[in-house]
């Protein structure tokens, strides 16, 4: 049956409904996903389409759906991925100079889960070198642009799969979080964005930045659409020797609306007026009022080393990330420099050519803080505030069910703004990295716009408990409309 399938490319739900109800077909879906990409090539946000073989899984679905099969809630419906989850026969770059060429010879777990569950892979999205960024300026590619504001950032380093739900063009897409990669994003263009907790999530094939922290997740329109992707996504993967053998729950059937009896913990350090944008803190609270409305307790609570969390991060981040991308040297794969006399020369210009600044940047400082004379100082001392920030946690969900606080600090800020600042840059994820760093799940779900931006409101919860996050961000979004609000059209070329 032909029809307009803008409609249901506007989430999981409403493609599925469509589908089940015969008003379009998978191969119609992804065709006017490949349109709509096309049409928004000038937010830079998808770096790589995949028309034949999401062409040929699309006509897969249409005949087992004729067949009259079971099917999982994502069969049929496209969706893309970060550039740095590895799909077999198919180039992945992580939006790195360093990896032209590189072909992957597997797929990651993640993909074989959306396979397995009938989802369409329609391509690759932007994101910063080896997601390291909050603005996605960090890119091969170049930077990809905000759909509510093209001369904005979208975040990083999810930001082109964060952009390409909110202009459209898919109702789902993949991201990965080390300290804040798809929640910010997702406050920036006005999606939800779900890391789950650490181990939920099978990290084999996910090209890794900072082993300890890193964690796939869904960017999606709505806490019910995260849900659905997730209960497919998740589970154990035993080449992945940091997933936990735990059994997934059915996370829809979580989502029943109600809040009352939810004790919701309000942390003094990140209600406080000084580095936050007093439009983004009135925002916030109002969301946290609603949620007070739909019957869940407010209560105050403290998370005293909150202040150490940035250091703590950048410290183990770049450590991490010092050893993981030792491995591209330009021996194995990806970008080899041409001419070296001798290897030390060819490791010299190959990363020299291939790696962007940020990636340098880090990958020096890790270096520094791993040598000798210097691991005790800064490593080893950064172990030790980490135990202390999962302590406050722990401490935390005493008093309370969920910890709710502002996303990001601040509206989504224009292209170029921080980049040559990159103490200012990091002080974005303020909000955010004591989730990777404790392993906790968190969600960003929009609340009030202001000044025509979106703004996040965060939720984190106990380990293992995201289904709880879900239900109260659900409720949320029963109550309000702002996950339904949509940026302009395709906007004018910002270049």
């Given at each position: 049956?032909?029809?307009?399938?803008?409609?249901?490319?506007?989430?999981?739900?409403?493609?599925?409904?469509?589908?089940?109800?015969?008003?379009?077909?998978?191969?119609?879906?992804?065709?006017?996903?490949?349109?709509?990409?096309?049409?928004?090539v000038?937010?830079?946000?998808?770096?790589?389409?995949?028309?034949?073989?999401?062409?040929?899984?699309?006509?897969?679905?249409?005949?087992?759906?004729?067949?009259?099969?079971?099917?999982?809630?994502?069969?049929?419906?496209?969706?893309?991925?970060?550039?740095?989850?590895?799909?077999?026969?198919?180039?992945?770059?992580?939006?790195?100079?360093?990896?032209?060429?590189?072909?992957?010879?597997?797929?990651?777990?993640?993909?074989?889960r959306?396979?397995?569950?009938?989802?369409v892979?329609?391509?690759?999205?932007?994101?910063?070198?080896?997601?390291?960024g909050s603005?996605?300026?960090?890119?091969?590619?170049?930077?990809?642009?905000?759909?509510?504001?093209?001369?904005?950032?979208?975040?990083?380093?999810?930001?082109?799969?964060?952009?390409?739900?909110?202009?459209?063009?898919?109702?789902?897409?993949?991201?990965?979080?080390?300290?804040?990669?798809?929640?910010?994003?997702?406050?920036?263009?006005g999606?939800?964005?779900?890391?789950?907790?650490?181990?939920?999530?099978?990290?084999?094939?996910?090209?890794?930045?900072?082993?300890?922290?890193?964690?796939?997740g869904?960017?999606?329109?709505?806490?019910?659409?995260?849900?659905?992707?997730?209960?497919?996504?998740?589970?154990?993967?035993?080449?992945?020797?940091?997933?936990?053998?735990?059994?997934?729950?059915?996370y829809?059937?979580?989502?029943?609306?109600?809040?009352?009896?939810?004790?919701?913990?309000?942390?003094?350090?990140?209600?406080?007026?000084?580095?936050?944008?007093?439009?983004?803190?009135?925002?916030?609270?109002?969301a946290?009022?609603?949620?007070?409305?739909?019957?869940?307790?407010?209560?105050?609570?403290?998370?005293?080393?909150?202040?150490?969390?940035?250091?703590?991060?950048?410290?183990?981040?770049t450590?991490e990330a010092?050893?993981?991308?030792?491995?591209?040297?330009?021996?194995?794969y990806?970008?080899?420099?041409?001419?070296?006399?001798?290897?030390?020369?060819?490791?010299?210009?190959?990363?020299?050519e291939?790696?962007?600044?940020?990636?340098?940047?880090?990958?020096?400082?890790?270096?520094?803080?791993?040598?000798?004379?210097?691991?005790?100082?800064?490593?080893?001392?950064?172990?030790?505030?980490?135990?202390?920030?999962?302590?406050?946690?722990?401490?935390?969900?005493e008093?309370?069910?969920?910890?709710?606080?502002?996303?990001?600090?601040?509206?989504?800020f224009?292209?170029?703004?921080?980049?040559?600042?990159?103490?200012?840059?990091?002080?974005?994820?303020?909000?955010?990295v004591?989730?990777?760093?404790v392993?906790?799940?968190?969600?960003?779900?929009?609340?009030?716009?202001?000044?025509?931006?979106?703004?996040?409101?965060q939720?984190?919860?106990?380990r293992l408990?995201?289904?709880?996050?879900?239900?109260?961000?659900?409720?949320?979004?029963?109550?309000?409309?702002?996950?339904?609000?949509?940026?302009?059209?395709?906007?004018?070329?910002?270049?």
């Amino acid at each position: 049956m032909t029809t307009d399938a803008a409609g249901p490319l506007e989430s999981v739900a409403s493609a599925r409904r469509a589908l089940g109800e015969g008003r379009v077909s998978s191969a119609e879906l992804v065709e006017a996903a490949l349109s709509r990409a096309q049409e928004r090539v000038a937010l830079s946000a998808v770096v790589g389409v995949r028309p034949t073989r999401a062409r040929e899984a699309a006509a897969a679905s249409d005949a087992r759906r004729a067949a009259g099969e079971a099917l999982s809630p994502l069969d049929g419906v496209p969706l893309l991925l970060k550039d740095n989850m590895v799909v077999r026969g198919e180039p992945t770059t992580c939006g790195s100079r360093i990896l032209e060429g590189f072909v992957s010879p597997y797929d990651a777990g993640v993909v074989e889960r959306l396979q397995q569950g009938g989802a369409v892979i329609l391509g690759r999205c932007n994101m910063d070198e080896f997601a390291m960024g909050s603005s996605t300026e960090n890119s091969c590619f170049g930077p990809a642009h905000n759909p509510w504001d093209p001369t904005r950032s979208c975040g990083g380093s999810s930001g082109g799969s964060a952009a390409s739900v909110a202009a459209g063009i898919v109702p789902a897409a993949l991201g990965s979080d080390t300290g804040g990669s798809i929640r910010q994003p997702a406050a920036f263009c006005g999606v939800t964005g779900l890391k789950p907790t650490y181990g939920r999530v099978s990290r084999w094939g996910l090209v890794a930045f900072a082993s300890s922290l890193d964690q796939i997740g869904p960017l999606t329109r709505s806490a019910a659409d995260a849900a659905d992707l997730l209960a497919v996504i998740a589970g154990h993967d035993p080449r992945d020797s940091t997933s936990l053998p735990e059994p997934v729950p059915d996370y829809a059937a979580a989502l029943d609306g109600d809040v009352s009896g939810l004790t919701i913990g309000l942390p003094r350090e990140c209600f406080v007026e000084e580095g936050v944008e007093p439009g983004v803190l009135a925002s916030v609270r109002a969301a946290v009022e609603e949620l007070s409305a739909a019957g869940a307790k407010l209560v105050e609570i403290s998370l005293p080393h909150t202040a150490h969390a940035i250091a703590t991060y950048y410290l183990i981040a770049t450590a991490e990330a010092s050893s993981n991308l030792s491995r591209f040297d330009g021996v194995r794969y990806g970008r080899r420099a041409a001419g070296a006399d001798d290897i030390d020369e060819l490791y010299r210009r190959s990363r020299s050519e291939g790696f962007g600044a940020e990636v340098k940047r880090r990958i020096l400082l890790g270096t520094y803080v791993l040598s000798a004379g210097y691991y005790d100082a800064y490593y080893r001392r950064a172990q030790q505030v980490r135990t202390l920030l999962r302590r406050d946690f722990d401490a935390a969900f005493e008093r309370c069910d969920l910890i709710a606080t502002p996303t990001t600090p601040e509206l989504a800020f224009p292209l170029g703004e921080k980049s040559g600042d990159p103490v200012t840059m990091y002080l974005s994820d303020i909000y955010t990295v004591t989730a990777n760093l404790v392993g906790a799940p968190g969600i960003s779900i929009p609340c009030a716009p202001v000044d025509g931006m979106p703004v996040g409101l965060q939720l984190l919860g106990r380990r293992l408990d995201e289904a709880t996050l879900l239900r109260a961000a659900d409720a949320f979004q029963r109550r309000t409309d702002f996950h339904e609000q949509r940026p302009p059209g395709p906007p004018e070329d910002p270049t």
